[in-house]
């Protein structure tokens, strides 16, 4: 299996979705760097999103998404892009402290809607995510709160929540982490990445005291309890001069 680059991405491969076999990821994006341990039961309506084929990983998860509907998960659009058309390989899963525990509630996908303008440029050679949002349509509906969208508007800080690893080394942390982040300002993205950086769909956050890293893919950047933005890409995790990028929802 081919190891992650630098970008905070994790994504089913074509080729795995055609054969239902396996499940890859394909780049990075960590569990909460410098983060704490928290309960799922404070985030009822996040999602674990993976797939029985990802054996990696316990409960398959490789992304993570918020439910604005009782049938409705949005998440990144490089989590499940390139299986739009086999729904069937994904899974959610939800209230998991731990992926490693029992229990949890889990609901198959019927279907996967794509922003029809994401695409994937460049920067150092690694891909570089642009409108960044999908929303996964679950085969049944759960009895669980959902989460609000809204704006960043003049906040200074923000929190960022997910079961990914907590440094670009770590592939085995499996606990729901949570960490506050400043929220960086599209000048200090467009320093760092330059044109890659586009202000009209991408929000800039974290630091070296704290970012989102591998496995935190489609997560959720809140403000004063309302999402955001998405965990979408980076130049690594928790790097000087490299912020986390993230997906405005709005």
């Not at 509630?105 to 695409?119: L, T």
């Amino acid at each position: 299996m081919a190891l992650p680059s630098p970008l905070r991405r994790a994504a089913l491969t074509a080729a795995a979705a055609a054969s239902l076999t396996a499940v890859l990821p394909v780049a990075s994006a960590s569990a909460v760097v410098h983060g704490h341990a928290v309960s799922a039961a404070r985030y009822p309506w996040l999602g674990a999103v993976g797939s029985p084929f990802f054996f990696v990983r316990p409960a398959g998860q490789y992304c993570g998404g918020v439910l604005t509907a009782p049938d409705k998960m949005l998440t990144a659009a490089h989590c499940v892009a390139s299986v739009k058309g086999f729904p069937g390989v994904l899974k959610v899963t939800f209230g998991l402290s731990d992926l490693r525990a029992k229990g949890g509630e889990s609901a198959g996908v019927k279907s996967v809607w794509v922003d029809p303008r994401y695409h994937e440029t460049k920067f150092k050679n690694e891909d570089v995510e642009h409108h960044d949002l999908a929303v996964l349509t679950l085969s049944r509906r759960v009895n669980r709160p959902t989460v609000a969208t809204g704006q960043a508007g003049d906040a200074r800080e923000g929190e960022v929540v997910g079961w990914g690893t907590t440094s670009e080394s770590d592939w085995f942390n499996t606990r729901l982490h949570a960490a506050t982040v400043p929220l960086r300002g599209d000048a200090a993205c467009a320093s760092a990445y330059g044109s890659s950086y586009d202000a009209s769909d991408m929000l800039c956050a974290g630091s070296p005291k704290a970012d989102t890293c591998q496995f935190d893919s489609g997560g959720p950047l809140l403000v004063n309890g309302r999402v955001v933005a998405l965990t979408s890409w980076a130049y690594g995790c928790a790097r000087p001069g490299y912020p986390g990028v993230y997906a405005r929802v709005r």
